[in-house]
Antibody, heavy 120, light 110 residues
Framework: EVQLLESGGGLVQPGGSLRLSCAAS????????MSWVRQSPGKGLEWVSG????????YNADSAKGRFTISRDNSKNTLYLQMNSLRVEDTAVYYC?????????????WGQGTTVTVSS | QSVLTQPPSVSAAPGQKVTISCSGS????????VSWYQQLPGTAPKLLIY???KRPSGIPDRFSGSKSGTSATLGITGLQTGDEADYYC???????????FGGGTKVTVL
C-alpha cells in the first residue's frame, strides 16, 4: 500500500524552529518528486515547497524562501521540511504529497498531515 | 488572495450537476495542466483529476475535467450527499516557479 506518514509537528514560539518528516512506503521513493502543502485553520491549500526525485532541484513559495528548507534522504525514503524563524501565520496543518510528475501539481498521494502551531 | 480564482460555493439538489470554474493566467493554467482535489471535512485532500481531464483509478466517471485557454472546469454529475466537500484546482505557475491552488469551492447538496 502506498503511504505517507508525517511527523514532527507541535507547538513552537514565534522565532523558533521545527523539522517535519514524511516517511514514504509502497513506492519507489527516489523516482518521484515530492511536495509540502499547508492549510491554515479554516483556509485553503497553499503549496509550500517541492523537490525533485534525486533532490537536485528545489522550488519554494515566497512564504518559505529564506526560512524553510525542503530535503530528502532517499536511502531512508523520507522527506523533510526544516522550518526556521517561524511566524504566527505559519500555523497550519502541513501535508506531504507525492507528485506524479515534476513541475506539475498532480499530487496523487497525501499524508494525513501534521499540525504546526506557532504561538507565544 | 489566491492566484487561481474559484467561486466560494456552489449547490444543487441530489442527482443534479454542478460545475466549478478555475480561472488563471497564461503563466499558470494557460501553459500547464490542471489538477483537481476533493477535501472531505477533517481529511487530507484527494486527487480527483490530473492533466486537465484524467481520472486516477477508483475515481468515478461522475467527475470530469476540462481546460480551455486560461480557465479550467470541474464537473460533477449525479450529485450525492457524499460529494459535499471542498474542491480545489491546482497547477504549476511557470512565471513564479511555484505550485498554486485556487481558493477552494464548497459544494453543498441541497
Amino acid at each position: 500500500e502506498v503511504q505517507l506518514l508525517e511527523s514532527g509537528g507541535g507547538l513552537v514560539q514565534p522565532g523558533g524552529s521545527l523539522r517535519l518528516s514524511c516517511a514514504a512506503s509502497g513506492f519507489t521513493f527516489n523516482n518521484y518528486a515530492m511536495s509540502w502543502v499547508r492549510q491554515s485553520p479554516g483556509k485553503g491549500l497553499e503549496w509550500v515547497s517541492g523537490i525533485s526525485g534525486g533532490g537536485g532541484n528545489i522550488y519554494n513559495a515566497d512564504s518559505a524562501k529564506g526560512r524553510f528548507t525542503i530535503s530528502r534522504d532517499n536511502s531512508k525514503n523520507t522527506l523533510y521540511l526544516q522550518m526556521n524563524s517561524l511566524r504566527v501565520e505559519d500555523t497550519a496543518v502541513y501535508y506531504c504529497a507525492k507528485d506524479r510528475e515534476w513541475l506539475r501539481v498532480d499530487l496523487d498521494v497525501w499524508g494525513q498531515g501534521t499540525t504546526v502551531t506557532v504561538s507565544s | 488572495q489566491s492566484v487561481l480564482t474559484q467561486p466560494p460555493s456552489v449547490s444543487a439538489a441530489p442527482g443534479q450537476k454542478v460545475t466549478i470554474s478555475c480561472s488563471g493566467s497564461s503563466s499558470n493554467i494557460g501553459s500547464n495542466s490542471v489538477s483537481w482535489y476533493q477535501q472531505l471535512p477533517g481529511t487530507a485532500p484527494k486527487l480527483l483529476i490530473y492533466e486537465n481531464n484524467k481520472r486516477p483509478s477508483g475515481i468515478p466517471d461522475r467527475f470530469s475535467g476540462s481546460k480551455s485557454g486560461t480557465s479550467a472546469t470541474l464537473g460533477i454529475t449525479g450529485l450525492q450527499t457524499g460529494d459535499e466537500a471542498d474542491y480545489y484546482c491546482g497547477t504549476w505557475n511557470s512565471g513564479l516557479g511555484t505550485g498554486v491552488f485556487g481558493g477552494g469551492t464548497k459544494v453543498t447538496v441541497l
